[in-house]
């Protein structure tokens, strides 16, 4: 999946609605993981939403970083 294409927080309420709760995997360093939630956050102008924006937005990153953090915590 191309997740650059998704631009629009119109784009993050398809997705989620297509997803069906289908976990999406991210991989690398927590870094790595911070500088994707910051440019995700930048692209999507999160400071700027209302709080219905805002809560998509919240729930489309969870969509990768819960993935993300399982897998790391579990592993130790």
Do not use: C
């Amino acid at each position: 999946m191309d997740e650059q294409r998704i631009q629009t927080v119109a784009d993050v309420v398809s997705f989620l609605s297509s997803t069906i709760d289908a976990p999406m995997v991210l991989h690398g360093s927590k870094d790595e993981l911070y500088s994707w939630v910051e440019e995700t956050l930048v692209r999507f102008r999160y400071l700027f939403q209302n709080k219905k924006g805002k809560s998509f937005i919240l729930r489309y990153v969870e969509q990768f970083i819960g993935v993300f953090l399982s897998v790391n915590y579990t592993l130790g």
